[in-house]
């Protein structure tokens, strides 16, 4: 596709339930990161792929988080047993290459709400 | 201390004028730097690199000071569009990217 895409665009969950959120990136790009955008705060960094490897899972809050790559394509976001701290915008973003200089592209995010 | 740190403002500028944003980072190998923009509920886009001996874009000046560990984002001749939030975002040795939790800018006809 032409850009970033994530889905669902929105999500509600009921405390407790488990949730995976998708990103699609942009063909061919090697880095795919997840960010977690809470109101009025900037992107804080969850994990980042090369390819199928997660090279850096130090952002997860908790181990109810989890990524995966399995294809070095399109990566899940899954939270278990979603807490209401969980309420936020998750941003995927890709990346050509991990070259030092190179711009992240972003999808339009996934705004989760837990009730 | 956060890794990144920015004034969040807001700015609230008129027309015309210029405005300059500051970010601090922390950790001295830092080796790239970037200023995003987001607008309201939308994705953050790159606006513009950083490098280290200043560099210009259009109505955009960004510089860098590896010594004082800032970097500086002035927007002259401001646009009703220019309003958004500015994101500075800073990149170690480490593949991590990270991003300041943002100056908000509102100018005003």
């Known amino acids: 596709g032409a850009g970033v895409s994530q889905s669902p665009r929105y999500k509600v969950a009921k405390r407790g339930q488990d949730v995976a959120l998708r990103c699609d990136p942009i063909?061919?790009?090697?880095?795919l990161f997840w960010y977690q955008q809470a109101l009025g705060q900037g992107p804080e960094f969850l994990t980042y792929?090369?390819?199928?490897?997660?090279?850096?899972k130090s952002g997860l809050p908790s181990d109810r988080f989890f990524a995966e790559r399995p294809e070095g394509s399109v990566s899940t976001l899954k939270i278990q047993r979603t807490q209401q701290e969980d309420s936020a915008v998750y941003l995927c973003?890709?990346?050509?290459?991990?070259?030092?200089?190179?711009?992240?592209?972003f999808g339009s995010g996934t705004q989760l709400s837990v009730l | 201390r956060k890794e990144v740190e920015q004034d969040p403002g807001p700015f609230n500028v008129p027309e015309g004028a210029t405005v300059a944003f500051n970010c601090t980072y922390s950790n001295s190998a830092s080796q790239s730097f970037f200023w995003y923009r987001q607008d309201c509920r939308k994705e953050p886009k790159l606006l513009m690199s950083v490098y280290s001996s200043g560099n210009e874009d259009g109505r955009f000046t960004a510089q860098l000071n590896r010594a004082s560990q800032y970097i500086s984002l002035l927007i002259r001749d401001s646009k009703l569009s220019d309003s958004a939030t500015y994101l500075c975002v800073v990149k170690g040795w480490s593949f991590k990217t990270i991003f300041g939790a943002g100056t908000r800018l509102f100018v005003k006809a």
């Open positions: 792929f090369q390819n199928e490897a997660q090279l850096d």
């Open positions: 063909s061919g790009h090697v880095s």
């Open positions: 973003a890709s990346s050509f290459s991990s070259e030092w200089g190179e711009k992240l592209f």
